[in-house]
């Protein structure tokens, strides 16, 4: 197996709340034995493979992930099982512009928690258009969107935000607040249905599951490098990072509690022609 990159999102990944999450999504598509799918910012292949789970049982069968990491792509191929008549490949290249390493139209299109991230999502859901068979699925999830903090948490991520940026502050370090940073920029839900819509696309499956993230799971994503880039950009990343867990942990400790509550947004939607 590859060695695990430095600040990567694999550790996030691993916990149980959210396998359960991506299982949710990968169930509400509706993918059939046989289908041809195409897995966005596919990382080390952990959706790829439950894909793979549901269409991989009839020959014929294709999953392509697409990634900018090759280090993360030499990893998924590696724990991404073979499977007789099926086909599994794992191709370098970028969200924005996907179809460049495509050669025909696919069944689904899937983004798991990393829309949010991309500054031309307009332009990705018009190559999600051209690159699907009529009829075709688009289906993304994501926990960085105007509403994931519900009311009850909004004083946990205010006090370990605060608390972050004085640790930084007392080693004289400020964050470059006038860096843009798109995972800062959320959209709201009628705005990702706006869009959707305005780019040929019907949701058919939109839900909001509520999700109780351990003490563990906000010091791994505060290991992972968007995420700290974009909490304070322009920040060295080892310091960001240190910053956060160590904030996170005393957080915690101060209100006493156990989990603190997240809102994960989960759409599929239908090409309408």
């Known amino acids: 197996m590859a060695p695990e990159k430095l600040f990567s999102f694999e550790p996030f990944a691993r916990h149980e709340f959210y396998k359960d999450i991506n299982r949710k999504l990968v169930d509400r598509i509706g993918l059939k034995p046989?289908?041809?799918v195409v897995d966005l910012a596919c990382g080390t292949g952990a959706v790829t493979r439950l894909i793979l789970e549901r269409v991989g049982t009839k020959p014929g069968a294709r999953v392509i992930g697409i990634d900018l990491s090759p280090q993360s792509l030499d990893e998924a191929r590696a724990t991404t099982p073979t499977l007789e008549g099926v086909s599994v490949d794992y191709r370098e290249?970028?969200?924005v512009g996907f179809e460049e390493v495509l050669d025909e139209p696919v069944?689904?299109?899937?983004?798991?928690?990393?829309?949010?991230?991309i500054k031309d999502k307009a332009g990705v859901l018009t190559s999600a258009f051209t690159q699907l068979k009529p009829g075709g699925l688009?289906?993304?999830?994501?926990?960085?969107?105007?509403?994931?903090?519900?009311?009850e948490a909004e004083s946990f991520y205010r006090k370990w935000m605060m608390k972050a940026l004085r640790l930084l502050r007392r080693e004289g370090i400020s964050p470059r607040r006038e860096a843009k940073v798109e995972a800062r920029q959320r959209l709201t839900i009628a705005e990702y249905d706006e869009l959707l819509e305005a780019h040929g696309f019907r949701v058919e499956n939109q839900e909001i599951v509520s999700v109780d993230m351990p003490p563990e799971s906000f010091e791994d994503i505060s290991r992972f490098e968007?995420?700290?880039e974009g909490t304070f950009p322009g920040v060295d990343l080892s310091k960001a990072s240190e910053a956060l867990i160590a904030a996170a942990r005393s957080t915690f400790e101060d209100l006493g509690w156990k989990v603190s509550p997240r809102n994960w947004l989960l759409v599929v939607a239908r090409k309408t022609a």
């Open 93 to 95: 290249g970028d969200v």
């Open 107 to 117: 069944d689904a299109i899937t983004i798991f928690n990393a829309i949010h991230m």
């Open 138 to 151: 688009f289906a993304f999830s994501s926990a960085f969107y105007d509403g994931a903090e519900p009311p």
């Open 226 to 228: 968007p995420f700290i």
């Open 34 to 36: 046989g289908d041809h």
